[in-house]
């Protein structure tokens, strides 16, 4: 078992990981400002701002799932180099797709808090982040395949 391939596979989940962890920090800490200013108005806070919040999860499974297929090229010799490669750049795309769509999460946050409307546009542009992120692990699930 080719260790390289374990650290490509490990370092596309841990960056896409990454990127989700903070992009669904921002989103959380906006979604809060906005149930605060809610609160402090009187007014009924939103709950669906945690499917903001939450929508930069996906990147981690899109990582877990680039993640695995690496992992099943274990038995290809001269994987190693191209497991590497294609784990951090597929893992950087994947997690700066979801730290971005975290900042955007957390404008449709406030946004949605104060005029309680747009969430289908809000939701609309959080696909188009999204979009960059399912790009990039389907080009790199291609690329896998012409690995070996």
């Not at 499917?51 to 680039?66: E, R």
């Not at 997690?95 to 975290?102: C, I």
Request: overall charge positive; glycine content about 16%; charged content about 10%.
């Amino acid at each position: 078992m080719d260790p390289m391939i374990i650290a490509g596979a490990i370092a596309c989940l841990g960056l896409s990981a990454a990127g989700s962890a903070f992009g669904t920090g921002f989103a959380a800490s906006s979604a809060v400002g906005a149930w605060k200013k809610c609160y402090a108005a009187n007014k009924p806070a939103p709950f669906i701002l945690l499917g903001l919040v939450g929508a930069p999860i996906t990147q981690t499974l899109y990582g877990m799932i680039l993640m695995f297929i690496m992992l099943g090229k274990t038995d290809v010799k001269g994987a190693g180099l191209a497991c590497v490669l294609l784990g951090i750049f597929a893992g950087l795309g994947i997690g700066l797709s979801a730290l971005f769509q975290g900042r955007a999460a957390a404008a449709a946050c406030d946004a949605q808090a104060e005029t309680g409307q747009g969430l289908t546009n809000y939701f609309g542009a959080l696909g188009i982040v999204e979009t960059v992120a399912i790009f990039t692990m389907v080009f790199t699930i291609i690329a896998l395949g012409k690995v070996g």
